[in-house]
């Protein structure tokens, strides 16, 4: 019923209207979107499927051909990035040995599933998917953060063998919940 592919430019509508909303996001104000806005995130959208280091899944329902699921994740390696803000960021919050010692680990950017989809596993497939992709890249570790409330999402991470290694602030006053997985070959014989 449903395929998980990677995304591709015909995608960027769905995976801009996604981004932009911030879903599971807490805002101080309703988020009102300029013209330019749309057209900064597609940009963003456009890197982000043309960077081998980025991968961009998403899950169409095939009787609709509707895209009804979004996963977006950075395989990343401290010891080679360029020290921009933006890859120094984490290491501002969290203890270096929490990271793998070569480094590698991957980022997870945006989960999202069409609430018509929701509680059938596709998060889950999903996220089980970045695990498989990571490991085929010798990357061991996955990284994520959600906000506190969102205890749902903590929830599903959990059971996903994740663990928390860090609740606290990050980039603003909202309590955000850090978690990672420590992967095995085990992964792999679960798909
Ligand atoms: C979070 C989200 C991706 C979950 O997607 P999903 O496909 O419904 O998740 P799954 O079906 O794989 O859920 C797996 C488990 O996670 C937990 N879970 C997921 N959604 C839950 C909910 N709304 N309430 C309680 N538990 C929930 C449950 O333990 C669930 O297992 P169960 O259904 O057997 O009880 C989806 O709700 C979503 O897109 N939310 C908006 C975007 C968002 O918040 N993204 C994360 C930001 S960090």
Redesign the pocket.
Known sequence: MFTLRVASEADLDFMVRIDLAD???THECPQRHTKADFTRCRQKMISYINDFRIGVWVYEDRISSCLV?LIICRFRNLLNEPSTDANLFLLKYLERDIFPENGRFTE?Y??????E???????????RHIEIESLRRSVNMIY????EV????I??NL??GYREVRRGPICNEVIRVSLIKNLTTVELNQT
């Not at 945006?110 to 609430?115: A, K, M, S, T």
């Not at 969102?150 to 999402?153: D, P, Q």
């Open positions: 879903e599971g996001i699921g997870l945006q989960l999202w599933v069409d609430p989809f929701r509680r059938q596993g596709l998060a889950t497939n999903l996220k994520t953060h959600t906000e969102n205890s749902h999402v929830d599903l059971k996903l």
